[in-house]
C-alpha cells in the first residue's frame, strides 16, 4: 500500500509541474521536435492510431501541453530510454477528468485503461497491438491533431547505491 502512495504522489508531481507550465526540461528529448520540418511527431509508423472521436476539441490546457510537448521535452532521447529501467513499457500517463474521459483518451491511442486514480490515467497498450509507444509518444507531441498530451510513465529511483 505504501507504494501505491508514493507512485501516486510521483505522479502527482508531475501534473502540478505540467499544469503550472515550469520548463524544467522534463519532457524535452535530446532532439529537436520539429512538426513543422518532419521532426519526432512525424516520424509515425504507417499505421494511424484510432484517434479522438471527430468533433472532440482539446482544452487550452491541453494545447499549452502539446506545444511543450511539441518543442521538446523529455529528458535524453527516447530512443535511447530502456523499458523496464526508464518507464514502464507499454504504459502513457495523463490527465481526466474523470474515467469515461479516461477510457476514451487510452483508447484514442490503441491502448486500454490500466488505472484512474484523482484525475491521474495510465494507458496501456494491448498485447499484440500494431501501435507502439513511439507512435503514442508521437502522436502526442504533434499539435496538428486533437489527441491529448501524455507522458511515459517515467520510473523514478530512490536516490542511493543501486541494488538498496
Not at 492510431?49 to 523529455?74: C, F, I, R, V, W
Request: glycine share 10%; net charge negative; charged share 20%.
Amino acid at each position: 500500500m505504501k507504494r501505491v502512495w508514493v507512485i501516486l504522489i510521483c505522479l502527482a508531481i508531475v501534473v502540478v509541474f505540467v499544469v503550472i507550465g515550469i520548463n524544467m526540461n522534463f519532457f524535452k528529448f535530446a532532439h529537436k521536435i520539429d512538426t513543422e520540418a518532419g521532426g519526432f511527431a512525424s516520424e509515425l509508423s504507417d499505421v494511424a492510431l484510432p484517434g479522438m472521436p471527430e468533433g472532440y476539441e482539446l482544452t487550452k490546457a491541453q494545447k499549452d501541453m502539446k506545444k511543450e510537448l511539441s518543442k521538446g521535452g523529455m529528458p535524453g532521447s527516447f530512443k535511447s530510454m530502456r523499458p523496464g529501467v526508464d518507464y514502464v513499457e507499454g504504459e502513457f500517463v495523463f490527465m481526466a477528468d474523470d474515467e469515461a474521459e479516461a477510457e476514451l483518451i487510452a483508447g484514442a491511442y490503441g491502448g486500454e485503461l490500466a488505472d484512474f486514480n484523482y484525475g491521474i490515467a495510465v494507458g496501456r497498450l494491448v498485447e499484440g497491438s500494431p501501435y507502439t509507444l513511439y507512435d503514442v509518444m508521437a502522436a502526442a507531441a504533434n499539435t496538428k491533431n486533437n489527441f491529448p498530451p501524455v507522458s511515459l510513465n517515467r520510473v523514478y529511483h530512490e536516490m542511493g547505491a543501486m541494488g538498496e
